[in-house]
Structures are given as C-alpha cells and as structure tokens.
C-alpha cells in the first residue's frame, strides 16, 4: 500500500520548467530511489515533495492526507523528516544536544531549555534511544565536530529521526564519503528500513541498486524509467545511457 504519492507535480521557476508531471508511488516499508544526471530536477523534486518549494500543479498525498502546498515544519509534524545535501549541524554542541533539540518534547521546555532539557531523564533517555539506532549512542557527550564525516553523516539522520517519523527523505547521504563509511551508511539503511518508509536520492549507483526496492529515473524534469532494479538493468534506455554499465 502507497504510504506517499505524488500525482503531476509540475514547477516552474520564471521560464524555466524544472519539473514537468512527476508522478511517484512510494510503498510503506520500502526503499525508494530517485537518480538521475545532474540538473536533472532530482532536488526541486525533493524539496517540493518535503514542502520547501510549493508545485505550481499536482497533488502529494501523505498518509492518505492532502499535504500539497504545506509549510515544512507542517508535514514534519505529520510524520515525515528529512536530511539535506550540506550538513546542518551545531558543530560547538555535543552529539546529543543536536538531536535534543529535535525531540518534540523539546520544544514544550520554557525559561532555559537547555538546562532543563539535560536535567530531563526522559529527555536524555529519548535522545539516547534515537543516537543508539544509528550506532552513536556511545558518542553522545562527544563535540559533534569532533565526529568522522561519515559519523557526521550519521548524526544528521539521528536529527532526522528524532520527529519520529514514519517516512525518511534522504539527499544524497552518501555524498563525501569514502568505502568503508558508504559500507556503513548502507547497513544503517538496511537497519532502519525495518521502522521507516525511506526515499533517497543517490548519485552512487552501486549503493542505490544494491538498497533500492524501486528507482524512479528523472531527467529533463520528468520521469523517464521506473522499476525494481532488475527492471531497470533490462530498460533499454538505461542500457544504451551510461547508467547501463552500474546496472
């Protein structure tokens, strides 16, 4: 069953149309991907389906509720967190104050949030059980600066996790790491697919064929390929395009 759809989006910025009836079908429980060449339209898609550009037409359908058009923090509220290309994180913090300040909770603290919030055990507890699912509740009280990249990169989707979402918007998670950290980002995917509905766009191929239950391909703003894997390794026109020797 869809969790997420999008029906014809389409936008537009002045004369330049840079989606154009983008339509997407995204099952709960599964791994979705989005790739593409760049300026393919890969991110405006992203940012209108998380609500950070309004579609000029179309429909996104969360949940079975209209979310068309709502503000971010809007369609947050309704279950669904997403991570950015460029990191926003507190580097001057600890790792846990990052994703304090993401718990719902967090935000009813009035006076001085951040001494009540550490004198909350609830709160510390939350922020705990969010840092242990992607494997950094043992740097909790670390700077987040002082993290790896890829331990960074990890942090930012705890943050994204903190919401408690059902659904996971993911922009290229894997930009800027090396072998060994990519490993690693794959088997939190694979971990974390067992509690959220997750979409990502990917430029590492490899990485998206081997986690991806469906891929949509964007180009010239449009949907041009969809399948499983599998089907995509068949498409024809994946075959002929350099796609075709990742898959």
């Known amino acids: 069953m869809a969790l997420f759809q999008a029906e014809g989006i389409q936008k537009r910025f002045g004369a330049r149309v840079v989606l154009e009836n983008i339509s997407l079908s995204i099952v709960e429980g599964s791994v979705h991907g989005i790739m593409g060449p760049n300026g393919a339209g890969k991110t405006t898609c992203f940012h209108v389906l998380t609500g950070h550009h309004v579609p000029d037409a179309g429909r996104i359908v969360f949940a079975g509720k209209d979310i068309t058009g709502m503000k971010p923090h809007v369609i947050a509220r309704l279950g669904v967190s997403r991570s950015f290309q460029i990191m926003n994180l507190f580097d001057d913090t600890v790792v846990i104050e990052n994703v304090m300040l993401a718990l719902p909770d967090f935000r009813a603290i009035s006076g001085s949030p951040f001494?009540?919030?550490?004198?909350?055990?609830?709160?510390?507890?939350?922020?705990?059980?969010?840092?242990?699912?992607?494997?950094?509740?043992?740097?909790?009280?670390?700077?987040?600066?002082?993290?790896?990249?890829?331990?960074?990169?990890?942090?930012?989707?705890?943050?994204?996790?903190?919401?408690?979402?059902?659904?996971?918007?993911?922009?290229?998670?894997?930009?800027?790491?090396?072998?060994?950290?990519?490993?690693?980002?794959?088997?939190?995917?694979?971990?974390?697919?067992?509690?959220?509905?997750?979409?990502?766009?990917?430029?590492?191929?490899?990485?998206?064929?081997?986690?991806?239950?469906?891929?949509?391909?964007?180009?010239?703003?449009?949907?041009?390929?969809?399948?499983?894997?599998?089907?995509?390794?068949?498409?024809?026109?994946?075959?002929?395009?350099?796609?075709?020797?990742?898959?």
């Open 115 to 247: 001494k009540a919030s550490f004198g909350d055990a609830k709160l510390v507890q939350a922020a705990l059980a969010v840092l242990d699912q992607v494997g950094l509740a043992d740097r909790a009280w670390d700077k987040a600066k002082e993290l790896s990249y890829g331990n960074r990169r990890a942090l930012e989707i705890a943050v994204a996790l903190a919401a408690a979402p059902r659904m996971l918007f993911l922009d290229e998670p894997t930009a800027g790491l090396g072998g060994e950290a990519t490993r690693a980002l794959a088997q939190l995917i694979r971990k974390l697919r067992q509690t959220y509905t997750i979409c990502l766009i990917e430029h590492d191929m490899r990485f998206l064929f081997e986690l991806a239950d469906r891929i949509s391909v964007i180009h010239w703003g449009q949907v041009i390929a969809e399948g499983t894997p599998a089907e995509l390794r068949a498409n024809k026109w994946v075959a002929r395009s350099a796609l075709g020797e990742v898959a």
